[in-house]
């Protein structure tokens, strides 16, 4: 499985960004997807996440509200719909994968063995 990450750009306080993953090598579907972000200087965190295309969504308290992830099945993609962007959304945004993945590890990054490049999203004041 390959992913592509892309979306991500500079933004003001307030604003939206759409990012997508593009999956190929494997129907996006038959995976355990999720995002996590890393901001400078700190460790990797989990931002959301669905397990193999069920209808339940995981999200980190922080974004909860205001961040929505979602399955293209006709692009095979998975987007992370971004709304009211904080200052402290700023960061690296990593999309991950797995085939194998434990349910009750979908918000541990160990857990996924596919990850995308990273696209840079900055909030400013």
């Known amino acids: 499985v390959q992913l592509q990450a892309s979306g991500g750009g500079l933004v003001q306080a307030g604003d939206s960004l759409r990012l997508s993953c593009a999956v190929s090598?494997?129907?996006?579907?038959?995976?355990?997807v999720a995002w996590f972000r890393q901001a400078p200087g700190k460790e990797r965190e989990f931002v959301a996440a669905?397990?193999?295309?069920?209808?339940?969504?995981h999200y980190t308290d922080s974004v909860k509200g205001r961040f929505t992830l979602s399955r293209d099945r006709a692009k095979n993609t998975i987007d992370l719909q971004m709304n009211n962007l904080m200052p402290e959304d700023t960061a690296v945004y990593y999309c991950?994968?797995?085939?194998?993945?434990?349910?009750?590890?979908?918000?541990?990054?160990?857990?996924?063995?596919?990850w995308g490049q990273g696209t840079l999203v900055t909030v400013s004041s």
């Open positions: 669905n397990f193999r295309s069920g209808s339940s969504l």
């Open positions: 991950a994968a797995s085939s194998r993945l434990i349910y009750s590890t979908i918000r541990v990054s160990s857990s996924y063995d596919a």
């Open positions: 090598g494997r129907t996006s579907s038959a995976l355990t």
